[in-house]
């Protein structure tokens, strides 16, 4: 079975790949990021979720299940179960700017107070401490 890599489908909407500040730069310049994860029996957000709040865009996401014990739906991020769901959504956040951006600041508020690397970093201590 032959699938076109999305480069030969939209190349005029893609980019060679970028990394470290040009990347988050990207994240941060956004209106709306699409994540999507592998197919993997792993619960939880993967670390595009944390990068793309952490620097201020909209996520729009899967996962609604796992990603309720990160951020709060609809509120945070934005959730989808489908791809007609998912376009169906980044369509209406892109026609809503004011709601789309108060649901990026208040994932970003959410990612800078409980899911930086210091904030974990402080719970897995806090955590050994009691055990110890």
Known sequence: HDQNKIVE????RT???LFGPDYLSLMGNSKVVLNRHRDELEDGPNIRAFE???MGACLLTDRGVEMSHFFEADQEIVTYTSTEEAAEKAKY???HEDERKKIAKAGQLRTLARHTTSKKCEVIHNYLNELL
Do not use: I
């Open 52 to 54: 793309v709040t952490g």
């Open 93 to 95: 956040l892109l026609e």
């Open 9 to 12: 489908l939209f190349p005029e």
């Open 15 to 17: 980019h060679p790949a």
